[in-house]
């Protein structure tokens, strides 16, 4: 994603932060249609973004902008 960042809901922020904090699963629904779901392992900025780092069960890990995410569902 090349467009500036948007900052996201602070309840949702918090949410993800909480998720990192517990190591709790998450189902996430990105603006492009993919879903991923996996374990929230750290919620960070980095080039005027934020950003999380997620690992799915396979033990593959994903970084995403956090204005790519659609919805956040507890899984």
């Given amino acids: 994603m090349s467009e ?19 190591r709790l699963p998450l189902t996430l629904r990105l603006l492009d249609g993919r879903s991923l779901s996996g374990k929230a392992l750290d919620v960070f900025t980095r080039e005027g973004a934020e950003w999380l780092r997620l690992r799915e069960a396979n033990g ?10 659609a919805t956040i569902h507890d899984s």
Avoid: G, M, Q, T
Avoid at 12 to 17: A, S
Avoid at 60 to 69: A, F
């Fill in 4 to 22: 500036p960042y948007r900052p996201i809901a602070c309840a949702d922020h918090e949410r993800l932060e909480f998720a990192v904090l517990r």
């Fill in 60 to 69: 593959s890990e994903h970084v995403l902008r956090l204005d790519e995410i």
